[in-house]
């Protein structure tokens, strides 16, 4: 991968609004200035809003954490986002998902799933692949959640849809030693 096409900002060179909004991403439960931020704040409003959609899907979704990391997994693989993939594997294996999961995913094949797991795996993958979802994987979700969580599910896959490209635009490097997403033979 070639170096970052955005210079991180240093405090000083921030306007006034970005460093608004970098002290509230540093204040909140991210902690910290990295992922897609570095870049969102050249447009200090859109970092904003953003990280507070972020947030909530991220921290305060009505889907279980280990549901949300399947299907941020199922992003980041679907536009081969390496620091999405990297950040969000360990975070999803610290929600218990089961390795063979991400192993699977990261190969192009179905994992190994339950029930749950199988709702949100089909619906973000027909999501993302047919730009559609049927009827049937919409009632699946439906039923085994609600609605509250259709519309937060489709707003997981959205919002780190948003984050796979600014990261993939950015060039954003993987830290040293981590393992890169392999290619898959499809694309």
Known sequence: ?????????????????????????????????????????????????????????????????????????????????????????????????????????????RPPLNREQVVIYDFATELLERKQVGDATFAAVRDAFDMQAVVDLVGTIGYYGLVAMTLNVNRTALPPGATPLPPLADR
């Open 1 to 109: 991968m070639s170096q970052e096409r955005f210079k991180p900002l240093a405090p000083d060179e921030m306007t006034p609004e970005q460093r608004g909004v970098a002290d509230a991403i540093m204040a909140g439960p991210r902690g910290s200035l990295r992922g897609p931020f570095p870049v969102l704040l050249y447009s200090p409003r859109i970092a904003d809003l953003a990280q507070r959609l972020g947030a909530y899907v991220r921290f305060d979704s009505v889907l279980p954490q280990q549901l949300r990391e399947l299907a941020i997994l199922v992003v980041a693989r679907h536009w081969t986002a390496q620091y999405e993939w990297y950040a969000h594997r360990e975070m999803g294996l610290k929600a218990g998902l089961d390795p063979a999961i991400p192993d699977a995913i990261a190969a192009g094949r």
